[in-house]
């Protein structure tokens, strides 16, 4: 079967690699010394959702933008609100409304009668780390704003560019099941999201220790920094060296071909798509003390990373075949290639 090939095959690349660089190794500058107090300060606050939390630091550090989405009330705007807070820089949060404005969000160029001249006045998005709650409750005017700051990390007013600060972040949120008096993300505003994630219910044990810590006092008061701009941006750096092979490229490359040759997709992945399933994989690698990227790191990511990205077909939605089932279905259709990979680190 196509699936136990190629976990034969990932297995064999494992055993290799383990063999070609020993089991402990590690980077010198150890990238998970800072993400692991990130990550217990932010468990503090969301219980139980290590492996959400893991992956809203790889978006950062892989200089992406995340889209919460789930039901309300799971914790979306509490997980970016705690991550924010972890990292000592500067912070704005953007209320999506139907009557909020473009200039709001980029800024608008005033006339001051002192000067007697025009001055550019920053909008919300002149942050490191922006919060856009419930986006999607936004007209698409105002959504679109957002599209050059995402996509070029700059903000163009007045035909003048203003470049953004490293690192840069959109964290937006919106819930799926409240469909009255949104507007639904188009496709080129999700497309420069580099994943998606949904937070999930949590488990009983988490949710009963939640009451313990919640109930008194608000978790976000008391939670402080842990690492500052400068940290964020040394991560950021150290990620873009992690080696990426060209066999491990060509199986991120047959990845997305596949969704764009699939019959239960109407749209699959763009190029973007390609760039950022990629730039994520070298984060993941970071962040287990790597400095090459795994078949598995691909893999791992590819749902997050692509799923959001993908229309199916009407008849794959009247099958109630999601775009995160494709996705799995197409990871077990595609082969890892272990000639090459066993080539990932050389």
Do not use: W
Request: with cysteine.
């Amino acid at each position: 079967m196509p699936g136990s090939t190629q976990a034969q095959d990932g297995e064999q690349f494992d055993q290799r690699q383990e063999q070609h660089t020993g089991s402990g190794y590690a980077r010198p500058d150890r990238i998970s010394a800072v993400t692991d107090r990130i990550l217990q300060r932010v468990e503090s606050v969301i219980e139980g959702k290590r492996d959400v939390i893991r992956l809203a630091l790889t978006v950062l550090l892989a200089e992406g933008h995340l889209l919460i989405e789930d039901v309300p009330g799971v914790g979306k705007t509490m997980l970016a609100k705690a991550l924010a807070k972890t990292i000592e820089c500067t912070v704005r949060r953007i209320q999506f409304t139907p009557d909020l404005l473009p200039s709001d969000v980029t800024g608008v160029t005033v006339f001051d009668p002192q000067r007697l001249e025009f001055e550019f006045k920053p909008g919300a998005v002149f942050a490191h780390i922006v919060l856009g709650d419930e986006i999607n409750r936004a007209s698409p005017k105002t959504q679109s704003a957002l599209l050059e700051c995402m996509g070029e990390r700059q903000v163009t007013v007045d035909g003048v560019s203003y470049p953004l600060e490293t690192p840069f972040m959109v964290i937006a949120t919106q819930n799926p099941v409240e469909m009255e008096g949104t507007y639904p993300l188009p496709e080129a505003q999700r497309d420069r999201f580099m994943a998606r994630i949904a937070m999930g219910y949590p488990a009983p044990a988490a949710e009963l220790r939640m009451l313990d810590g919640h109930s008194a006092a608000n978790p976000l008061d008391e939670l402080m920094p842990v690492a500052g701009t400068h940290d964020i941006v040394k991560l950021i750096e150290t990620v873009r060296t992690v080696h990426v092979s060209e066999d491990v490229k060509r199986y991120v490359i047959d990845l997305v071909t596949a969704t764009r040759m699939s019959g239960d997709l109407r749209l699959g992945a763009s190029p973007r798509a390609t760039l950022h399933l990629v730039r994520a994989a070298r984060a993941r690698a970071a962040l287990e003390d790597r400095d090459f990227v795994l078949p598995d790191d691909v893999k791992s990511l590819a749902v997050p990373v692509l799923a959001h990205r993908l229309i199916p077909t009407a008849e794959a939605r009247v099958a109630r075949r999601s775009s995160e089932q494709i996705v799995t279905d197409l990871l077990d259709q595609v082969p890892i290639d272990g000639q090459g990979a066993r080539r990932a680190r050389t």
